[in-house]
C-alpha cells in the first residue's frame, strides 16, 4: 500500500507517531497529569490538533528539545528539491 503525502503532513505524522510513542511508554494518564491537563485533551492534542506550545511542553517533560538548525549548504545531485510552493521537482 502506498500513501500519498506531501510533506508537512509527513513530517506531523511523524512528529505525532514520536509523540504518541513517548506517551505510551509513561501512560497517558500519568503524563496528563504532570502537564496539568485532562488525558481527553492531550489525547486530542497530539492525534488532532498539535500545536507548538504542547508539543514543546511534552519534549520538555520527556527532557527533548526541539531545534531548528540550517543544514550544511549541499551540491544538487539530481535529486528531489522542494519547490517554491512546497512540491517536489523532478
Known sequence: MTLKIDGDNLITMT???????LVRERGLRRVAQELGIDHGQLYRS?????RLSTLQSILNLFGYELKIVKRKETKDKGGDRPGQDGETTS
Open 15 to 21: 512528529i505525532q507517531g514520536r509523540l504518541m510513542d
Open 46 to 50: 497530539i492525534h488532532s490538533d498539535l
